[in-house]
């Protein structure tokens, strides 16, 4: 995605008619799949994961790594325009909220526990992805 990429506005109605209810409840209500259930948790493929709620690109399955988390984990996002990070401050705790930059919808959050190069864990719920086999 290209910094340059026009921001997608949405009514909830929209948002509601294009995304499954779960979908909707982790992108637009900031909500969270429970740990190990996620479809793409496991994915071993290789491919590319975009954006549930608008298609764009957000990670590549190279910077995917099992952090025995429970949801999928990412060293860092295909390009650095791809996710905005906000602090969250919900639930008692300090944590940086991961959205993606053309929608606004909620993926997950970062740590600061990932495997080197970058040392982050990009924590990303598989109901604001979707992902595309790469093509032998």
């Known amino acids: 995605m290209s910094s340059k990429a026009e921001k997608i506005v949405r009514s909830d109605a929209e948002w509601r008619a294009a995304l499954s209810p779960e979908q909707h409840r982790v992108l637009r209500e900031k909500g969270t799949e429970r740990p190990f259930t996620g479809a ?63 929608c606004g919808g909620h993926l997950g959050h970062v740590f600061p526990d990932g495997p080197p190069p970058t040392g982050l864990r990009y924590c990303i719920n598989s109901a604001a992805l979707t992902f595309t086999r790469q093509k032998a």
């Open 40 to 102: 793409l948790t496991e994915n071993h493929e290789t491919g590319n994961y975009h954006c549930a709620g608008c298609g764009a690109l957000l990670f590549l399955s190279g910077a995917k790594f099992d952090s025995g988390c429970g949801w999928p984990s990412f060293m860092l996002p295909a390009e650095s325009e791809a996710v905005e990070e906000h602090e969250d401050r919900s639930f008692g705790m300090r944590r940086i909220e991961v959205t993606c930059a053309r």
